[in-house]
Antibody
Framework: EVQVVESGGGLVKPGGSLRLSCAAS????????MSWVRQAPGKGLEWVSS????????YYADSVKGRFTISRDNAKNSLYLQMNSLRAEDTAVYYC???????????????WGQGSLVTVSS | DIQMTQSPSSLSASVGDRVTITCRAS??????LAWFQQKPGKAPKSLIY???SLQSGVPSKFSGSGSGTDFTLTISSLQPEDFATYYC?????????FGQGTKVEIK
């Protein structure tokens, strides 16, 4: 069974840092691109960042570029999101999502974790 | 960036109704369009990819259509478990972008 489980969320002060982790199981982690998607309280979904299977392609939303860093350790079946210089507007549930490549060669999100809440507040 | 616009933002429907949600992209995205269902307090669940392909395990009452800039999600016969918020998302280019969501409520 495919599973992705986020951890590392919590309360942090503005300007602080936090590192999210996503533990994957039930599939060959090293064969899939992975992404982070967030959802502010009562709001819609916002894509944050994506990383290819071998970490050779990395993308960020403009809202987090220069502050967040996505990485992965294929030996540990884990995805990470290092979040620095956090702002109140970064408060959200952060989801880890697996990206499946379809017949077109493009990848879409097929499995999502349960999410990890990050609250940025003084 | 590609803007995704869903309509309506919310709708009220009865059990057994046929429901259609529309998603429009600000530019041509071919068929690189996915639909997700989200229930309160839960993670999104993938329903459809490539505009019309059902994800594994998703019941056939869900169907998707469209190409280019205009897409639809149809639920053929609404059941109690289908009351949720639905999102479209383009994966034609980065940044990946989502529609604002359509909340399907019980009439």
């Amino acid at each position: 069974e495919v599973q992705v489980v986020e951890s590392g969320g919590g309360l942090v002060k503005p300007g602080g840092s936090l590192r999210l982790s996503c533990a994957a199981s039930g599939f060959t982690f090293s064969s899939y691109s992975m992404s982070w998607v967030r959802q502010a309280p009562g709001k819609g979904l916002e894509w944050v960042s994506s990383i290819s299977s071998r970490s050779d392609y990395i993308y960020y939303a403009d809202s987090v570029k220069g502050r967040f860093t996505i990485s992965r350790d294929n030996a540990k079946n884990s995805l990470y999101l290092q979040m620095n210089s956090l702002r109140a507007e970064d408060t959200a549930v952060y989801y880890c999502a697996r990206a499946k490549v379809d017949s077109s060669g493009y990848s879409n999100f097929d499995y999502w974790g349960q999410g990890s809440l990050v609250t940025v507040s003084s | 960036d590609i803007q995704m616009t869903q309509s309506p933002s919310s709708l009220s429907a009865s059990v057994g109704d046929r429901v259609t949600i529309t998603c429009r992209a600000s530019q041509d995205i071919s068929n690189y369009l996915a639909w997700f269902q989200q229930k309160p307090g839960k993670a999104p669940k993938s329903l459809i990819y490539a505009a019309s392909s059902l994800q594994s395990g998703v019941p056939s009452k869900f169907s998707g259509s469209g190409s280019g800039t205009d897409f639809t999600l149809t639920i053929s016969s609404l059941q109690p478990e289908d009351f949720a918020t639905y999102y479209c998302q383009q994966y034609s280019s980065y940044p990946r972008t989502f529609g604002q969501g359509t909340k399907v409520e019980i009439k």
